[in-house]
């Protein structure tokens, strides 16, 4: 499994470094992505700051258990990362590992990811959230969710498939359709996997300031009754890999 990434933080938040976070264990074959949640700012806590300390927990584990199991149990390393997380805050997590023909994952919220082969979409990680816009999370917080209420998937792949994780400003203003497009013009141009993810992360920021664009974001709040146009402005993370 080859990887590349690419993190465009919400304009607003350049200063502070955004809230996503995300990493690539390359020798274990595992990447991930984390989503701190905005609100937390109303409270004068940057969620970035648990993001990031949650995704230093998760290589620290994912190192560990490798190294000394030889094998990889997602919500087991989720649980050990989240008891080591001490900072004030709260994160969406997804975390994706290939082990033999397969994708071992656990994805909690609105983060996500999808499989592609030969230019389909063959997987995606459905969205768990309370309501519109409220998405589980992990959190400091006593009413935050648990690790356990992550959803667990195992997804058999096959060398060429394209695997495409992110956060939810990449998934609120790319369809999955749109994703794939983008993989296959890669794919024929033979670009790195680092190349594609700031392609497709480009196009999502372009989408999140299009005012006139019929986001998947703008979609699903008109399903609810909330009128909102246009794209949705957020930190984008975008994590590429091919499979081998």
Known sequence: MLSGSCYLPHPKKVATGGEDAHFICADE???????????????????GVFARELVSNLVRAIKKSVNS?????????????????????????????????????????????????DGNVIFKSPVQQHSFNYPYQLGSDKNCDLPSSGEVFTVHV???????????????????????????????????????????????????????????????????????????RDDITVVVSYIL
């Open 69 to 117: 199991e030889g094998s990889f149990n997602p919500l087991n390393v989720l649980k050990k990362a989240h008891s080591k997380t001490m900072a004030k805050g709260s994160s969406t997590v997804c975390i994706i590992a290939l082990n033999d023909e397969a994708l071992n994952a656990i994805n909690l919220g609105d983060s996500g990811f999808i499989v592609i082969r």
């Open 29 to 47: 074959q595992v990447i991930g992505v984390a989503d701190g949640v905005g609100g937390w700012a109303k409270r004068g806590v940057n969620a």
């Open 158 to 232: 096959e060398p060429g498939d394209v695997v495409v994780a992110g956060t939810d400003g990449l998934f609120d203003n790319l369809y999955t359709d749109d994703i794939a497009a983008l993989v296959v013009c890669a794919i024929i141009d033979r670009l790195e996997p680092q190349v594609t993810a700031q392609m497709i992360a480009a196009l999502a920021q372009q989408q999140a300031l299009n005012k006139n664009w019929l986001s998947p974001f703008s979609a699903a709040a008109r399903e609810v009754g909330h009128h909102y146009r246009g794209g949705k």
